[in-house]
Nanobody, 123 residues
Framework: VQLQASGGGLVQPGGSLRLSCAASGRASSRYTIGWFRQAPGKEREFVAARGWSTGSTYYTDSVKGRFTISRDDATNTVYLQMNSLAPEDTAIYLC?????????????????WGQGTQVTVSS
């Protein structure tokens, strides 16, 4: 499966962005999608995931209540709606896919990775 992430940009604190991860390829609708982020000098961090079978969602504590992961089945696109953005959300955001129907925060369990999209939160 191929993944194409988009939607990043520069936003002021308190603002919103919506990231997209478009999946294409064989059985692309049957992949669990996870979002990760990596800030300069920091480890890659799990953000959110959505299992393809049940639609169960998972979030890291720092984004709960602010970020929402969703899926458009018609286009095999997973979205990450990010509200109330703060400077600490600044990072490259990457989407990843795995065939297991369950979401996980473990980056090593995702087989496919898209390129990143830069999110910068600054006044």
């Amino acid at each position: 499966v191929q993944l194409q992430a988009s939607g990043g940009g520069l936003v002021q604190p308190g603002g919103s962005l919506r990231l997209s991860c478009a999946a294409s390829g064989r059985a692309s609708s049957r992949y669990t999608i996870g979002w990760f982020r990596q800030a300069p000098g920091k480890e890659r961090e799990f953000v959110a995931a959505r299992g393809w079978s049940t639609g169960s969602t998972y979030y890291t504590d720092s984004v709960k209540g602010r970020f929402t992961i969703s899926r458009d089945d018609a286009t095999n696109t997973v979205y990450l709606q990010m509200n109330s953005l703060a400077p600490e959300d600044t990072a490259i955001y990457l989407c990843a896919a795995r065939t297991d129907p369950r979401g996980t925060a473990v980056a090593g369990l995702y087989r496919y990775w898209g390129q990143g999209t830069q999110v910068t939160v600054s006044s």
